[in-house]
């Protein structure tokens, strides 16, 4: 899996925000409405791959204690800077989604903004899945979301072009349907003291499928008690480019899985 996001990191906010509003703010509502939905309770909960940091402290600043786990370094360095001289019940931690290890189980996991799609082998997103298992208390909770295959043909076969008044991005996307593999190169032109710095990163991601996700948590002790495509954009031409999953942990994994 890519542990990049260093040139970028310092970019992200304000590249998602290009789009209106940020991921984070726009599904947290979801979260809330499944939160209640499904009648979770505790208040401690780990962010996997929580990137900036933003959807951890908004669920802090509702009385969440929570632990935001990210393999990026950059990212990590975005999200300590925003909790800065807060008392917000937050800690960050720099780790791998499969070597997922927080310092005690939790009420609820959450991943989103397509995160575990970039684990590329459904024996990595495997892998995650039961780290999660382990990190959560029985009966705990496990909400994410992934890309829908139209997500990957509609937005991931495409170029495209962001300008600020200090740096731009470009994406050169594109999606092998028939490896299911989508890669986006990402060129950072940033305008650093009177002059041009390029920087680039690359991204990639896997579509899977609702049996194989589905499958896998079952194998990881959870069953699933919310699959839902949807449109989390105000634009319904879009399309369902996500998938909702809430799962819950039940009883043990299989001895050796």
């Given at each position: ?209 609702t049996d194989e996700v589905s499958g896998l948590l079952a194998e990881a002790a959870f069953t699933v008690r919310e699959c ?30």
């Amino acid at each position: 899996m890519d542990t990049g996001y260093l040139n970028l990191s310092p970019y992200y906010d304000r590249w998602q925000k290009s789009y209106g509003k940020d991921f984070s703010s726009l599904i947290f509502p979801r979260l809330i409405s499944s939160i209640r939905s499904h009648r979770i309770s505790g208040r401690t909960m780990v962010d996997v791959a929580c990137g900036t940091g933003t959807l951890a402290l908004m669920m802090a600043r509702r009385g969440w204690e929570v632990f935001g786990v990210d393999a990026s370094e950059g990212m990590l360095a975005e999200a300590s800077g925003k909790l800065a001289g807060s008392s917000l019940p937050v800690a960050f931690f720099r780790q791998d989604m499969r070597e997922l290890a927080i310092p005690r189980p939790v009420h609820l996991a959450t991943s989103f903004f397509d995160s575990l799609n970039h684990l590329m082998t459904t024996g990595d997103l495997g892998v995650a899945f039961r780290r999660v298992r382990e990190s959560v208390v029985p009966g705990g909770w496990f909400i994410f979301d992934t890309s829908t295959e139209r997500c990957f043909t509609t937005l991931w076969t495409r170029s495209e072009t962001f300008h600020e008044r200090d740096f731009s991005i470009v994406l050169d996307n594109s999606y092998d349907r028939a490896a299911r593999s989508a890669i986006c190169h990402v060129t950072l032109n940033v305008n650093r003291d009177g002059g041009i710095v390029r920087l680039s990163e690359t991204v990639r991601e896997r579509f899977y499928t609702t049996d194989e996700v589905s499958g896998l948590l079952a194998e990881a002790a959870f069953t699933v008690r919310e699959c839902e495509d949807f449109n989390f954009t105000s634009n319904p031409a879009v399309g369902k480019l996500k998938t909702w999953w809430v799962a819950e942990a039940v009883g043990s994994r299989r001895p050796g899985a």
